[in-house]
């Protein structure tokens, strides 16, 4: 069965640097999200991305962060100059469907620690 | 923008008990309600969904209902057993994207 993936699985990244976030959606998907998760709390989204462009954000997703899709496989998650409390669970997803209406494919996560 | 509350936190049964975990949404144009379970350090995995047009669904063991009007839904477990034990998070979505529930630490004792 064809599965969301992510690199790296863990970044330790000092604050103030800038760290990009891979993931590789389903092949056929044409939806793709980025959600957060500070240890021990609930899923955040952040993110969402349809036709080469952001369909829709959460406050979260300052000037900070951005998405790109680069070519027709990889889609990543930039955050320009980290803090501390950017240290949390990054799990990209994917739906084959309309926005958020759908299911949608978790991939396995990068932990991101800000030291 | 949707809220959704779920309850409780944590959740301890006996193994072949039932185990039921509750959310309430507050957008009422929310149509479409899936259930993740998530085990330490994995990602979330779909267990069961529903959609506005359904009360209630069932697969083998889980079970979700759906009260519109209310605006709550529910999901039922039963015969538990201990790989049952995870968090597992409710959430909700409408035209925008999925908002989760807080969570419910799910522990089946042997």
């Known amino acids: 069965e064809p599965e969301v993936t992510q690199t790296p699985s863990h970044q330790v990244t000092q604050m103030g640097q800038e760290v990009i976030l891979r993931c590789v959606p389903i092949s056929n998907h044409l939806y793709f999200y980025w959600y957060r998760q500070i240890l021990g709390q609930k899923v955040e989204f952040l993110v969402s991305f349809y036709n080469n462009e952001i369909s829709e954000k959460s406050e979260i997703f300052d000037d900070q962060f951005s998405v790109e899709r680069p070519d027709g496989s990889n889609f990543t998650l930039k955050i320009r100059s980290t803090k501390l409390e950017d240290s949390a669970m990054y799990f990209c997803?994917?739906?084959?469907?309309?926005?958020?209406?759908?299911?949608?494919?978790f991939g396995p996560g990068t932990r991101l620690t800000v030291t | 923008g949707e809220n959704v509350e779920q309850h409780p936190s944590t959740l301890s049964v006996q193994e072949g008990d039932s185990a039921v975990i509750k959310c309430t949404y507050s957008d009422s144009a929310s149509n479409y309600f899936p259930w993740y379970k998530q085990e330490l350090g994995k990602r979330p995995q779909l267990i069961i969904d529903?959609?506005?047009?359904?009360g209630e669904k069932k697969d083998q063991r889980i079970a979700v209902t759906l009260n519109k009007t209310a605006k709550h839904f529910s999901l039922h477990i039963t015969e538990t057993q201990p790989e049952d034990s995870a968090v597992y998070f409710c959430a909700a979505s409408g035209y925008s994207t999925l908002t989760f529930g807080k969570g419910t630490m799910l522990l089946v004792s042997p």
């Open positions: 529903i959609r506005s047009n359904v």
């Open positions: 997803a994917s739906s084959d469907e309309g926005q958020g209406s759908y299911e949608q494919y």
